[in-house]
């Protein structure tokens, strides 16, 4: 089945502790994408990727950092330096056209964080 | 400042039903619409994107409208089943259509009650 995954479901952080959390795609999208939600909050961009070795920062990246090593997959470390951290991560992906910015996003299932 | 509101904040109806949500923005220059349907505890699902040409488009029992003049989109359910049950995302694009210049809205919560 084509599609983007999300793991864990659920993660538990220690104060102190750096965290990350796992984006793949099976979909051969170009670009991907991390974005937090927070209840009663729309969804806040933290970084993207619309290409392998590169990436930018979103609106909230301060106390986040991503890689983007394959195509494929476009990890989250959450460190310490986040001081909120809790909240519902979710990535997507989608395709990059040249002239069309029009493309869907496809999100995955997302993952909890919360702090201990 | 680049904002797109939603309304109502939660709305309960009965399966059967029809209802509509509201979504008005204030987003300069414009370059398309969205609206996701995200079930608790899962991600967002694309229902419709519109282009600024765009009035009407459909998906199913989903039909969205949008009035670029206005700045105003509204996505109509008809015949509501108990799977509509869950918070629906209005999404504007704006300067330059870029996917990392979406701008979310809060989202409506639909209820759909037996």
């Known amino acids: 089945d084509g599609g983007i995954t999300q793991s864990p479901k659920y993660l538990f952080r220690k104060e102190g502790q750096n965290v990350t959390l796992s984006c793949e795609q099976n979909?051969?999208?170009?670009?991907m994408y991390w974005y937090r939600q927070d209840p009663g909050q729309g969804l806040r961009l933290i970084y993207y990727?619309?290409?392998?070795?590169?990436?930018q920062k979103g609106d909230i990246a301060e106390g986040y950092s991503v890689s983007r090593e394959k195509k494929e997959s476009f990890p989250l470390t959450v460190t310490s330096a986040q001081k909120n951290p809790t909240a519902f991560y979710l990535c997507?992906?989608?395709?990059?056209?040249?002239?069309?910015?029009?493309?869907?996003?496809?999100f995955g299932s997302g993952t909890q964080l919360s702090v201990l | 400042k680049n904002q797109v509101e939603q309304s109502p904040q939660s709305l309960i109806i009965l399966e059967g039903k029809n209802c509509t949500l509201q979504c008005n923005y204030t987003v300069s220059p414009f370059s398309n619409l969205r609206w996701y349907k995200q079930d608790t505890g899962r991600g967002p699902v694309s229902l419709t994107i519109m282009t600024f040409s765009e009035n009407t488009k459909s998906n199913g029992r989903y039909t969205a409208t949008l009035d670029a003049d206005t700045k105003q989109s509204s996505l109509h359910i008809t015949a509501s089943q108990l799977s509509d049950s869950a918070s629906y995302i209005c999404v504007v694009s704006g300067r330059g259509g870029s996917q990392g210049n979406l701008i979310f809205g809060k989202g409506t919560k639909l209820s759909v009650k037996p």
């Open positions: 979909l051969n999208h170009d670009a």
């Open positions: 990727s619309q290409i392998v070795n590169d990436f």
């Open positions: 997507a992906s989608s395709i990059l056209r040249a002239g069309t910015p029009n493309e869907k996003l496809f």
